[in-house]
């Protein structure tokens, strides 16, 4: 099996030592992903944008990977406010509403940067949908 390292051209990537995902067929490990902007190269202050822009980011490398959403087996929620728990659901809900990955919402004090409301860690199975 031959592992394949995605990246984003991201400084941050070589410094911390990390790809933004790594594939090893038939899976795809998808690193945190945030809600940065990659047309403004600016992070929102609306968590719904955030939210979308992680899922545009997220959807983005898994296309790169050979796979989709739908190939989407596993995902973990960081949040840095509990009472953005239900618009960050709604939106997420909207984008999984028949994918139904098994998945986790934690609801950490904070992220990186103090900008960054959400982060979102997906695991893929190539095939699986």
Not at 5 to 19: A, D, Q, V
Not at 29 to 57: A, H
Not at 63 to 87: P, Q, W
Request: a negative charge.
């Amino acid at each position: 099996m031959t592992r394949q390292l995605l990246s984003s051209g991201s400084p941050m990537e070589k410094t911390f030592g990390y790809s933004r995902a790594v594939v090893q067929d038939p899976w795809v490990f998808m690193s945190g992903t945030t809600g940065y902007d990659y047309e403004t190269m600016q992070i929102p202050d609306d968590v719904l944008q955030q939210t979308r822009n992680c899922w545009k980011t997220i959807e983005h490398y898994l296309k790169e990977a050979g796979s989709s959403l739908k190939d989407i087996v596993r995902v973990t929620y960081y949040a840095t406010d509990e009472a953005d728990a239900e618009a960050i659901s709604r939106v997420c809900g909207e984008i999984l509403h028949d994918i139904r990955p098994a998945s986790t919402f934690l609801v950490i004090k904070s992220l990186f940067l103090p900008e960054m409301k959400i982060e979102i860690e997906v695991t893929a199975l190539k095939g699986s949908a």
